[in-house]
């Protein structure tokens, strides 16, 4: 039976105005600290390559005893100065006085060059730069002294990994920014023609605003603390989700207090009611989403290991806001907050029709959407998985083996550029060769298999500074001694440059030669690098996705178990959710393939795809289900799905749009993973509102009938039968006095 909103002829005053004043004002004062968090965010954030390494992998280890063999935490810029033709005399003098202008860039560090290409048609010059300082501005200084000394009509690049670095940073630059002001403008509008309503969208945005700032205090803290590490990735991430999922979830209360607004004159009467029917609902969406989140944390790459707190921070925040703020404004507000087109006080004869086939009351596209189900539910049901499925076949085209650096920045990028030109006149991997550790008394042996591996260009021992140990006949006499290796805790170093780009497959596949067979001769050999670190969080991302998703799939099944009190139910939904994945994955393949043209994605698309759709896509069917589970209780299960989708219909819609819309806004991004990720999750997220909650979970549950709920009571035919039987019971008459 249906619960009975509160009414009584006055509302307490600590109930009607001090407890919703109380709360605005405590949101106000958490946003009013975190809003001015935001801009601090950089502090705390990192983008260099640490923050994304496989914490398990052999790349890391040797990065590990890289740091041994150094004074300090420095990436190399790579400088290439390129001619249309042969340097003459004249110009390499001129290009050799630029290396003392390059040393006071970077704070006296020591420069290596000028270095003449084989062909004479470019120099190059290896500037080291303290990664723990401000990369990007050290680049941006280095490319306006590179280009203002370099001789006449030449042109210069700074690229290298600290080029790389600084060109990903500034793409990165957009996320404080124009992201937020896409999304919420975005939001904006659609809230706009959803409610047409000046006041209602503004409380809404105002909820999500304040659930981000109570995100960023939260997740800026963590970081702080050193718990977690923030990226630039998770950062335009948490933005996106956190305005998304507080929309979705206060879409879902509003929609639940213009109904109570029907039943009742009493504002707080309105918002007590609305709260308490979508309490449960809202909690447990942002449950699942936040423990599929914290599912990466069983992860080996770092970067997923970061976003699963930080985005799980901001669901919660988001839950907070969706059930204490937004139904304190509610309560303020009253009918007002939908001015002009207040909901009107329904004669209680209208307020709770007595149903017989669950159409009742309803009418335009979700009366006939609910007529198409009840009369054809198995063929709606078959069609929308064949659809599905032939959708998902395109999941074999997809490419997500990892992508070269260069390809990930999509705008001009001076760095992709000058890894051109590296690749033209010199070893296609200088200044990201291959790192090698190896045991002392095998340094020789070590070292001659790496020259010998093909695909390396040249290899060397690396001395004291960083200098390398040059092998050949006895020093002059009176001159000095050669330089030794470097040994550290009885390992030496070994640098491998090799002959293709260090973000190149075959660079990958000669790393994987090079531990193979070094491996013959030293059985703790190490070889890590730029392209070994690609390699193994490729390899890493594929691992996770067989581990994580496993684990994601059985929590939410248990907490739709919990919410639905049943087991066939919790089944058929996860199951169409993972279908819906397969789909939105393969229309994506091909979207990638043949109409953005992308090389590839990153191995991580696929399952951050997965989590998102997944967490994201049950939210909808929770949202469903749990109304049909209530309408059912009431008028049986087939009268209640169809009363369920009537009633559901249009504000998980809306709340499917808006997500789609807020995740659509990352492709502002030039960044191919977040282009990518955008699509993906806008195209599933709008797939699953679309097709599969609106057709075929209905239509499946209504074939099914009551032993969809099973084993539960109401899986029962006698139970299901006594429900249909019964009529609807009126709501009780309401209090006139107290506020509208």
Known sequence: ??????????????????????????????????????????????????????AGAEATAAQDWQAKFRDSNEIPAVIVIESGSAFTPAQLGEAAALKGKLEAVGAGSTVVGPIPSEDAKAVQFVVPIDAAGEVKEVVKELRAVV?????????????????????????????????????????????????????????????SVFALCAAILLVFGMAKLGWIQLNGQSQGILSILVIGAATDYALLYVARFREALTHTTNRTAAALTAWKNSWEPITASGATVIIALLCLLFSDLNSNKALGPVAAAGILCSLFAALTLLPALMALLGRAAFWPFRPKLLPETEREPELVTGLEGQKGVWRATGSLVSRRPRTVWIASVLLLLVASAGVLQLKANGVPQTDVILTASNAVDGQDALARHFDAGSGSP???????????????????????????????????????????????????????????????TLNFAADSTEAENVVVDLRRELKEIDAGALVGGVTATALD??????????????????????????????????????????????????????????????????????????????????????????????????????????????????????AGVVLAATFAALGVIPIMFLVQLAF?????????????????????????????????RMGRPEADAAASALPAVPEPAPAEAGSR
């Open 1 to 54: 039976m249906k619960k009975t909103p509160l009414h009584s002829a006055r509302v307490p005053f600590w109930l009607r105005w001090l407890v919703p004043v109380l709360l605005v004002f405590t949101w106000l004062a958490i946003a009013g600290i975190g809003g001015p968090t935001f801009g601090r965010l950089d502090e705390v954030s990192s983008n260099d390559q640490a923050s994304f390494l496989p």
């Open 147 to 207: 280009q203002e000394s370099a001789p006449e009509g030449m042109q210069t690049f700074v690229t290298g990994p600290a080029g790389l670095t600084a060109d990903l940073v500034s793409a990165f630059a957009g996320i404080d920014g124009i992201l937020l002001l896409v999304a919420l403008g975005a939001v904006f509008l659609i809230l706009l023609i959803v409610y047409r309503s000046l006041l209602l969208p503004i409380a809404v945005l105002f909820t």
């Open 434 to 496: 291959a790192v090698i550790v190896a045991d002392e008394t095998r340094a020789q042996e070590v070292l001659a298999k790496t020259r010998a591996t093909g695909g390396v260009g040249d290899a060397y021992l690396l001395a004291d500074g960083g200098a390398p140990v040059i092998a050949g006949a006895p020093a002059a006499p009176g001159a000095p001694a050669p330089a030794a290796p470097a040994v550290r805790d009885g390992k030496v170093l070994i640098n491998a």
């Open 537 to 654: 969080t490729n390899t890493t991302a594929q691992r996770d996705l067989v581990t994580i998703i496993p684990v994601v799939l059985s929590v939410i099944l248990v907490i739709l178990m919990l919410l639905l009190r049943s087991v066939l139910a919790p089944v058929l939904l996860v199951a169409s959710v993972v279908l819906s994945y397969g789909a939105a994955m393969g229309v994506s393949a091909f979207v990638f393939n043949n109409v953005f043209g992308f090389p590839g994605a990153d191995a991580t698309v696929p399952l951050f795809g997965f989590v998102f759709l997944v967490a994201l896509g049950v939210d909808y069917n929770i949202f469903l289900m749990s109304r049909v589970r209530e309408e059912s209780l009431k008028h049986g299960t087939r009268a209640g799905i169809l009363r369920g989708l009537g009633v559901t219909g249009g504000v998980i819609t809306s």
């Open 680 to 712: 993906i999750v806008a195209f599933g997220v709008l797939l699953d509102t679309v097709l599969v909650r609106s057709l075929l979970v209905p239509a499946l549950a209504y074939d099914i009938g009551p032993r969809i709920w099973w084993p539960s």
